[in-house]
């Protein structure tokens, strides 16, 4: 592809990280393990400062599936507005990544919007397949509209469901999940640069197939770990967000995509899907992006951040 493409101030930025951004991909297909303790290892050594107005805590709840202890990472400010409620889900292809990665991310969004985040420590594959992931987010879920009120002292009616890249795809499938339990708590659903669907055929996955920080071999790999071999190419319920029959029954959408990302044309097919139902939904391609373009410090992650305070809570 032509590198000129992206954004100069992004470009600068990513070239002046001091360590390596890329995935061995070898390691990705065939020790995932590896590059878990990998990124688990750098996010301890490497902890973000906690404001002192605001209070982190971890609670533990069971899993319907089988009992496990699943963590639940909760941000509450002080002078917390209790009808603010955010269910986040990091990213990290389904593989990698734990809540603390983007504490500084939600540290801003507690403080600036005066929110309380439950961020799930789902589990990971390839050790923990689809629908291990999914019914995480699920139960979380549950767990929020059953007992936050008493135990965090917030307000389950109007949850926001928020995820990025496989986080996304997380977070629309659990809203999906929602709809179809007749659950109506989740009232918007923002998906940053999410995942929609493991066809792997799009004019902009065909496309990106060696750009930087995320291209369609990782995304291939993501797939193969979270569906299994013998689940890889199907179209599976909360797997394929696109084989789903109630897209009139989902709450307010809020899509981000990047125009130079393998995942673009998903987010905007999934866009296209909710318009059709009637749902409303807003969808931004930001010119000049990259996959996790808001990790790196330039102007257009700070539009970025006025964009996402802005809509998390606006209905």
Avoid at 13 to 23: A, D
Avoid at 115 to 127: E, F, N
Avoid at 220 to 248: R, V
Avoid at 271 to 296: N, R, S
Wanted: charged residues 25%.
């Amino acid at each position: 592809m032509d590198f000129n493409r992206i954004n100069s101030d992004l470009k600068n930025s990513i070239e002046n990280v001091p360590y390596s951004l890329e995935i061995d991909g070898n390691l990705f297909l065939n020790a995932p393990e590896v590059i878990q303790q990998e990124r688990k290892e750098f996010t301890k050594a490497h902890p973000f400062k906690k404001p002192d107005h605001i209070v982190v805590q971890d609670i533990f709840i069971p899993s319907s599936e089988d009992g496990y202890e699943i963590r639940l990472h909760i941000y509450q400010p002080e002078g917390f507005n209790r009808d603010r409620v955010l269910l986040y889900f990091h990213g990290g292809g389904y593989v990698f990544g734990l809540p603390e990665q983007v504490d500084d991310h939600m540290f801003e969004i507690a403080d600036t919007l005066k929110a309380t985040i439950i961020s799930v420590d789902y589990r990971l594959s390839p050790q923990y397949r689809f629908p291990i992931p999914v019914l995480d987010g699920f139960d979380a879920l549950q767990w929020i509209i059953k007992y936050s009120d008493s135990k965090l002292g917030i307000n389950s009616d109007r949850i926001t469901v928020f995820g990025a890249s496989a986080g996304g795809h997380l977070a629309a499938a659990v809203t999906q999940m929602a709809a179809d339990h007749n659950i109506k708590n989740i009232e918007h659903q923002f998906l940053l640069y999410p995942v929609i669907h493991n066809r792997l055929n799009t004019p902009s996955m065909e496309e990106f197939t060696d750009i930087p920080l995320w291209n369609k071999n990782y995304a291939k790999t993501a797939w193969l770990h979270f569906l299994g071999k013998e689940n890889k190419d199907k179209s599976i319920p909360y797997s394929d967000l696109t084989y789903f029959n109630n897209f009139s029954k989902l709450p307010q959408t809020t899509i981000v995509a990047c125009e130079l990302d393998p995942l673009r044309d998903e987010g905007i097919e999934y866009a296209q899907l909710l318009y059709k139902a009637g749902v409303k939904t807003e969808l931004w391609v930001i010119p000049g992006a990259l996959h996790v373009f808001d990790l790196f410090d330039s102007p257009m992650k700070d539009e970025y951040n006025m964009f996402l305070m802005n809509r998390l809570f606006n209905s």
